[in-house]
Antibody, heavy 117, light 107 residues
Framework: EVQLVESGGGLVKPGGSLRLSCAASGFSFSSYSLNWVRQAPGKGLEWLSSISGSSSHIYYADSVKGRFTISRDNAKNSLFLQMNSLRAEDTAVYYC??????????WGQGTLVTVSS | DIQMTQSPSSLSASIGDRVTITCRAGQGIRNDLGWYQQKPGKAPKRLIYAASNLQSGVPSRFSGSGSGTEFTLTISSLQPEDFATYYCLQHNSYPPSFGQGTKVEIK
């Protein structure tokens, strides 16, 4: 069974940092590009970042470029999102997900990040 | 960046109704589009990939069509479990972009 399990969310003050993790199992992790997607409370879905299987191709949304860093550890089947200089508008549920270019569709359950003083 | 314009933003429908949701891309995206269903507190679930291919395990009352800039998700006979919010997502070019969502409510 394929599983993506996010962790690392929580309450952080504006300007602070947080590192999200996504632990994967049940599929050939290193073969797939993976994404981070978020959803602010009561709002729609927003793509944030993508990383290819070998980490050779990385992309960011303008809203997080320069503040967030995506990475992966294929030996540990793990995806990460380092979030710095957090703002109130970064408050959201953060999902890791398989890249939509594949026929399969895997998402984590999400982890809530709250940025508030 | 490619903007996805989804309509309507919400709709009210009855059980058994035929429901159609549309996404328009700001430029041609071939068939690089998926349709997602999201229920409150849950992760999105893809229903359709590559514009018209039914995801494994998804009921056949869901169908997708279109190519280029105009895409449609159709639910042929709305069921109680279909009340949710639906999103399109283009992945033709970076950054991938979602439509604004369509909330399907009970009439």
């Amino acid at each position: 069974e394929v599983q993506l399990v996010e962790s690392g969310g929580g309450l952080v003050k504006p300007g602070g940092s947080l590192r999200l993790s996504c632990a994967a199992s049940g599929f050939s992790f290193s073969s797939y590009s993976l994404n981070w997607v978020r959803q602010a409370p009561g709002k729609g879905l927003e793509w944030l970042s993508s990383i290819s299987g070998s980490s050779s191709h990385i992309y960011y949304a303008d809203s997080v470029k320069g503040r967030f860093t995506i990475s992966r550890d294929n030996a540990k089947n793990s995806l990460f999102l380092q979030m710095n200089s957090l703002r109130a508008e970064d408050t959201a549920v953060y999902y890791c997900a398989q890249d939509p270019s594949y026929p399969s569709d895997y998402w984590g359950q999400g982890t809530l990040v709250t940025v508030s003083s | 960046d490619i903007q996805m314009t989804q309509s309507p933003s919400s709709l009210s429908a009855s059980i058994g109704d035929r429901v159609t949701i549309t996404c328009r891309a700001g430029q041609g995206i071939r068939n690089d589009l998926g349709w997602y269903q999201q229920k409150p507190g849950k992760a999105p679930k893809r229903l359709i990939y590559a514009a018209s291919n039914l995801q494994s395990g998804v009921p056949s009352r869901f169908s997708g069509s279109g190519s280029g800039t105009e895409f449609t998700l159709t639910i042929s006979s709305l069921q109680p479990e279909d009340f949710a919010t639906y999103y399109c997502l283009q992945h033709n070019s970076y950054p991938p972009s979602f439509g604004q969502g369509t909330k399907v409510e009970i009439k």
